[in-house]
């Protein structure tokens, strides 16, 4: 079981990127979603989560109002809308997968992992 994270780049700041979260050999559905990151040197922490059914998330204070966070069941995927771009935004981005209704904020609570998708904010 793994997912796949995609969609990272290069931007200025004030910028946009969407990151993809899909599954090739599972259904998402199934699953509560997180997006973390980690900057070097730096803890891996809590972006964004969204639970099963979709209508409940949580962000992270540093970019609650920027981002977003929306689950397409049909497409089998999970993405995170990300605007306003600043360069502490720079980070690599994961997608874990947890086997409940509800997202954490904790990531050791998360079942699966993906393989991170880099994202550099910088003029």
């Known amino acids: 079981v793994q997912l796949q994270a995609s969609g990272g780049g290069l931007v200025q700041p004030g910028g946009s990127l969407r990151l993809s979260c899909t599954a090739s050999?599972?259904?998402?559905?199934?699953?509560?979603i997180g997006w973390f990151r980690q900057a070097p040197g730096k803890e891996r922490e809590f972006v964004a989560g969204?639970?099963?059914?979709?209508?409940?998330?949580a962000y992270a204070d540093s970019v609650k109002g920027r981002f977003i966070i929306s689950r397409v069941n049909a497409e089998n995927a999970v993405y995170l809308q990300m605007d306003s771009l600043k360069p502490e935004d720079t980070a690599s981005y994961y997608c874990a997968g947890k086997k409940s209704m509800w997202y954490s904020t904790e990531r050791n609570e998360y079942d699966y992992w993906g393989q991170g998708t880099k994202v550099t904010v910088s003029s």
């Open positions: 050999e599972f259904t998402l559905g199934y699953y509560a």
């Open positions: 969204i639970g099963r059914r979709g209508y409940d998330n």
